[in-house]
């Protein structure tokens, strides 16, 4: 049994805490602060099992859904830029991303960050693909959407033109019909805002069908939604990513056993 040192611990959160924020790493004055270098970035954003820049949308995601510091998501979002995990442009499509299923209110807190982020860096606007260019069929754009909610999901929702304004109108006309398939962002990358926002929304369909599909689809295997969770009590807490664990495990059962999510 090998002792783990204490002092490499300091050293490597150190490192850790002023590379991924982009701003020199603060003596701690407080056992608070001296957890955030040794254990968050030292322990949890070294681990192997999920990429870094996962764990980047993760915590921009998990920054902007309570009242964190402004710094703090401006710092993740600096390091994001500056380490290349992600470009502006892909942040600028995660902050609208994560406004579906955070809020807009919370994803004008994730685009103000970015916004810091990329003026302290000297970074020029980013360019987008407007929301819609072109003239549509509303009856082709709820189909499409339909369509688009069976890949994403990876099992059939709403029919087409939807029962009702929210399934409709939001559902099928805006978040698969549109957002979902935007080309400034992966699959991948927008899995991990929106397990995001529906854990923190305590919504239980939501939680299962959307950890469900992102196991389902292949975007995330069963190892790297567990070190999901681990990243996402980081800014949520243990007590709402001990509810998280236990869909995991539920949704990985029922994808093995070829049962529905619910």
Not at 122 to 128: C, E, H, Y
Not at 148 to 166: E, I, Q, S
Not at 248 to 255: C, G, L, P
Request: aromatic residues 10%; negative net charge.
């Amino acid at each position: 049994m090998s002792l783990q040192d204490p002092v490499k611990r300091v050293e490597t959160g150190r490192a850790q805490q002023a590379e991924l924020t982009g701003a020199p790493s603060p003596e701690p004055s407080t056992p608070y602060e001296a957890s955030i270098r040794d254990f968050l970035y030292a322990e949890v954003w070294t681990r192997p099992a999920l990429d870094r820049r996962s764990r980047f949308l993760i915590a921009l995601a998990g920054g902007s859904t309570g009242d964190t510091p402004a710094h703090i998501i401006e710092g993740y979002a600096k390091g994001a830029l500056a380490l290349k995990e992600l470009s502006l442009a892909e942040l600028r499509e995660a902050a609208l991303h994560f406004a579906v299923y955070g809020g807009w209110s919370r994803g004008a807190v994730m685009d103000a960050a970015i916004t810091r982020a990329a003026n302290a860096l000297g970074l020029d606007p980013a360019p987008f693909p407007p929301i819609r260019a072109e003239a549509w069929d509303p009856d082709v754009r709820f189909a499409e959407g339909e369509k688009n909610f069976h890949d994403v999901m990876t099992f059939p929702g709403p029919k087409a033109p939807g029962p009702t304004a929210y399934l409709g109108g939001g559902i099928l006309n805006f978040v698969f019909g549109e957002m979902w398939r935007r080309p400034g962002l992966d699959e991948r990358a927008r899995r991990w805002l929106t397990l995001v926002g529906v854990s923190d929304s305590s919504s239980e369909i939501p939680i299962k069908t959307h950890i469900y599909a992102a196991m389902k689809s292949g975007n995330a295997t069963f190892d790297e939604m567990n070190e999901f969770v681990l990243q996402y009590a980081v800014h949520a807490g243990w007590p709402r990513a001990s509810v998280i664990q236990s869909v995991v495990f539920d949704q990985a059962r029922r994808i093995k056993e070829g049962q529905p999510p619910v």
